[in-house]
């Protein structure tokens, strides 16, 4: 492995697909929420990564001009504060995720998602009124569609 | 086999990304608004700092929907998390260093973040970074004593009141003929605390607000009822 | 205002009168006024019907999305609007006497029913004075929905059998749109004349998918094999006069829409030159072949009914063979006896409908196992019935026999031996069956319960004497219904059938004057013989002995159940169910990707469908 | 200085001073919102009066273009951000005991809808996005129970998932470009995003905002949402938010992404979720959920409609869009008593008969029956399909026609229902009057559209045409160009 | 300096992989809170600093202290 293929670019890219991939990772292997969660913030680290990277040049300063003197090449404000955005923006959902999980663990005591979905098809069943399809069942059993009642009683004349 | 189809999907995720790489040029950004920025951030906004001079006022309504979103979503935390049972268990109360540490903190605290968010358009930091402290300085007391609680209806009050400040300023912007949220004010001299007209303000009202937002949200989640 | 504006107009002012007044008493007889104002609005443009006229456009059109929705009447639609004018004023008058009273009595809204029938006939005007694709397809849903309405209005059962009805028509209408959508996509518009010029060039693929979706959206309406199973069930749950109404007219509808795109736009020789491959059949064959299908297993599924209504109605599934049969075969002769045969059965079907309706307003039932012996009680119904088993058997002196030897000349003329047969098997059925319905109802031994039984009501007595007089007189002059005929012909372009008063004019042709002059002094004389032998004694009705034993009346001798138990044991298991099953099985194919689907939105991790999908789409450009 | 930043500007003050004035007077809360919204709306309609065929570009903080945030304002954006001002001011939600934040979030929701759909900027679109993403959280969670928190849960983790991804894109796109202005990108998009890069990205942002716009793989969290949200938020987010949404794919389909490949993709999912959402809701037993899943199948029309190349495509896709923002708000509104089993709906119709008229007033305009609007809608989708003559475009109008014909099936099942002779043993209980009227008139608009066919076609075509009008679009914004100013 | 980087993105993608594999999430905590870290060092590598400090307070910082919470709240915060 040469050094030219290991210039600084290509290390900050990887770190940023790299956690990426890790989230995306994490997020369909785990069942558990908080791990979803952990998995959706490396995943927007990642992206913020990227977006920073998007316009970096080696050999920029920082885009501070400290007194007075205007550096030759500066960095890209932009994205820096683009990412600032999406970090506090990230936080904000970050700390609604972690409330909603302490509640739904209060109300169904659990935070795995396979439970949880269950729970919340149990509670939306009982609260129509319908009885919860279970996967046992033989699907032409479960509602009987008008058409289906009158081929039936076709068939019986 | 859900742990094999999803390595299959890893790979394949893999596989685009090393796509992605082999067609992505990664020194092809001769042209871009942040250059532009960076020549003439000094002259519009007066601004040393070129990302505070993007975040207040190239992209100020940005900031203002960012701290939307803080605010709803500690609104929604509010909501979400309700109000604690008066007979639910406590935490056990903190240790004598934690409740000295955290009183000596709070003004120490206090004042750097104040001041992160007063030279947030000469240096690095700004009403984020200093908003963050201001929220852990208000934080900490109540970290070390459990009993204690910040008072939801304050937080609520100074959280309106800034970001009503924020949109305040955009329209007096607009009612002085210009768009909403221009820089407004003298701008003063390049380099100097009182400079940059209308953004140091800006970033007043940003720190106080995210302060206040993020503490009200530390604060709900800390006065969650815990499982047992 | 042409005379089609005024037509329409007219109509739509007796769909608000219906919905006004229907609940009022007089309600009924000034919507049937209206109905017969309508018919003489249709008769202001009576040119049409005797090739005096081509076409009277409306001059209501508008302009959407680009395209010019047109309005128009031809000979075509003229000849059906009479039937449906004619069935509308027949059916309301019907309603508007005592029938009406005991259907509001019996809790039912007349508002609902008379503002249905409007509203059905006046869909179905628009829909036949469409002028373009456009326009057919926008009169075929409101007439699809129009039906759907007045099926659905008896509740309870009835609701599964509109719903049947409207799973059915609203596939097939969406079948239409495909079809009707393909045509705009290869012709770049919906007109009628430009369909016409561009089928020449049209590819044989397009032809073939063309045929298809428009066979299956037409024929949904019309019942055709194998769409057949929603309409004998959901015209016989219509209230009373309603599924006379739907009985003679409505599924017709779809028989129009068939003429004019397929017959007239494409051309039966298009259809002709559309080879199945492998075979010696074409497009014309097959549709033939579902043409005498659609006569034969209806007709014999008509047999095992015990319900009165619902082997009318099963008739009428088997009757919509005959016409598409000859309009198939679209000779001179085939056409013009499918399309009499529309209007003689939509005679002979609504006063049908109408008798059995009577007989269940007098004796609250339509069961064949709990009636007999009414000949007594209710003999204008019974003379009524008469003659419209007679037409519906296709025997003289009844119209039914001529549109039946058109069609049978058609086929021999045509060279097809197999179809006949087919026909003639149909036929068969037909007759078995109308005895079947005329024995069970009036002849045979009297129940007790019906002694009381009095004739129908003059407000359904008289719809039913006019109608048989119709059925009659166009059996003895059947060049009457042949000069309409001739002109749809016309404009349709197929070869027009040279007629006259009684009959045509060809070698082994057809005089009905002659025929039915014979048979009336031949029954004159049986007649005669029969009164003067003087050899008959009158007994009254309950006075009946056996073997030297009197038999009560409670005795049961009718044998009315069971009927024909050896042909229904030798055909009865094979012939109905595959298509049920077909029908169910589709249902539950469309459940089981339901609950998978339910399955996939509850269950599924999305992220791995979202990869699944990323990874497809990279790998497919990258490839 | 332009007035239509009040647009955006008015609610979020008004929901920033909600909790301060309700101390004040709880009356004046009550009021202050929808009073807000009307003026909003008053701006917008006076905007729009004025607006003609020149669109108007307005600098937030009055910098050059490429620099600042555009906000562009053509018919087509307007005509959304009105619809959401007014949508959410028709179907301004109500909540026990959460009214004052459930206030502050309509007002919340009104002025980011307003913006996301004015907005021409990318990162700024991405904000307002996850602005109104958390404000549907919040709108859904006011429910209260603990369904509706677990469904937000999952909603939550989809659409964080996707807003990952979005900005992940919008790097890319930076990345390629250095520009986040729209009018900008569409100068260079031609020379500098028609490669794999710009697709990656387009794949991306189409994931990241497609999960409002209830696109195929990442609506898993539509049915559950739905069913457990209230009746009008679920009104607002089926009919408001996700047009939004799709609003926003198809600005960056118009503007930014070109390449062939990207309309296939879209083609693929909206049949995909057609097929799914129409198949699903054919055995669902219980109307809010059959009503959710025949709107994923409504959305994958309007993806369908938004495959085809061109003009027509996104004229077809408006038509729908609009048709949909009137309908299926109705629909969920009378859904609120109605929400429940099917099956328990037996004899509804005799409680609220005028209710139960208008459900088969939607349900046929919904499965295109003619002449009503959704009959045109569906028209305009299939024509170009059909001309486009590929076997991908047939088959998705084959599965446009069976679903149509699924959907006959299972809401035709539901008016028999209705109007079902024998009643339940549960009473019904009647709509609320205010629920009940705003569907009314939402039908009224379906029935007055069948009478202003032709203009109202005619003004959907301008709309499509100004919204492809990619020159215009960038001659109204006029970024100055970053040649010059390369360091 | 790139040598600095190579470790640094090494360290954190392990981290990362802790993250999502940690049985006791107050570990998978602290390997997050670490990502963070790192990641604030390369935002400082790419002349960001502002970004630098805002990871630092918000992301390695605050995100941590919520998450502490809430694992205390869910009764997570046990070590295994």
Redesign the interface.
Known sequence: MSMEFLDGNTILYSAAFGLMLIGIGGIVISNHLMRIIFGIALLEAGANLLLLLSTYHEGASAPIIVDGIIPAMMADPVPQALVLTAIVIGVGILALALSLAIRVQRAYGTLDMREVRLRLEQEICDEAGIEMPSSSEKPAEVIKTPVNSVVQQESGS | MRRFTAALFLIGLGVMIAAIYQHMDFSNTALNAGQAINSVAAQETGAANFVTSVVLAYRGIDTLLELTILFTAAMIGGMVLGKRRVDAPRDPDAGFILRTGADLLFPLLLVVGLYIILHGHLTPGGGFQGGVILASAFFLPLLARPGSSINQDVISIVEGLAGATFILIGLLAMSEGYEFLSPLFDKGELGALISAGSLPVLYLAVGIKVGSELAGLLAHLAEAEAVD | MTALDNLLLISAVTLVIAVLAGNSRVGGWLVTIMYALQGAALMMMSGLGYSTLTMVQSSFSIEVLSQQLLWRFDALSWFFALITIGAGLFCSWFASGEWGEKYRDNGGSLRLFHGALALNVFSMLVLLASGDLLTLFIGWELVSWASFLIMALAGGKAFGYAMRYISYAFAGAMALLGGLLLIYAEVGSFDFQSLKEAVPTMSSATLWLLVVLLTAGFGVKMAILPFHLWQAKAYAETPGPGAAFLGAISSRMGLFAFIVVIVQLIGISRLVEMKIPFTFLDAQDLLAWIAVFTIIIPTYIALRQHDARRLLAWHGVGQTGYMLLGIVIANDLGSAGGLMHVFNYATYQAMLFMVVIAVIHRTGTSNLNKLGGLFTRMPLSYLAMLVGIIGLAGLPPMNGFVSKWLIYRSLIVDGSPLLFLGAVIGTLGTILSVYKLIHNIFLGQLRVEHVAVREAPLSMVIPMMLLAAVVFVTGYFPGLVLDWTSAVQASIGIPVLAHHLGGIDMKGGLDMIWIVSVLLVGFGFGTLVFFLGGRSKRVHQLDNYAGGHFLTAETRYHYSDNFYPGLMHLIGPWYRNSFEWLERGLISAVDTLSTAMQGLYRNAHPSYLLLAVVVFALSWVIV | MNLLVLMIALPLLAAFLLSIIDRASSFAARVIGPLVLLATAAIGLSVWSQLGDAPQAVQWGGFQAPLGITLYADQFGLLFALAMTIGTLLLWPRSTGNQLRSSSLALLLAGTGSGLALSGDLFNIYVFYELMTVVSYGLIASRGTSGSFASTLRYLVISGFGAALALAGIALVYQATGTLNLAQLAQVAPEKLNNLQGFAAFVLMLVGFGVKAELFPVNMWVPEVYATASSRVSALLAGVVSKLALLIIMRLLILVFHQPEALTVLLVLGILGVATGELAAWRARDLNRMLAFSSIGQLGVMFIALSIPGNAGIFAALAVAVHHLFLKPAMFLLAARWGGSIRRLCGAAKTSPVAAGLFVLLSLSLIGVPPLPGFWAKLLVIMPLLTLDQPLYYFAVFIILAAASLEANYLFRVVMKLYDKQPTAVPHKAHATADLATAVFLGGGLIAAVFMLVPLADRLDSIAAQATDVSTYIQTVAPQSLEGDVQ | ??VV??IV?IV??LS??A??LFKD?LA?LAA?TV??LG?SF??V???????????A???A???S???A????????WRSQ
């Open positions: 300096m790139e980087v190579l993105v954190m993608l990362a992989v993250v999502m999430f998978a997050m990502v963070s990641l390369l935002f590598v790419v002349r960001a600093p502002d970004v630098a400090m805002t990871e307070a918000i992301g910082g605050l995100s202290l919520l998450f919470l809430a694992l205390r709240r869910l009764g997570l």
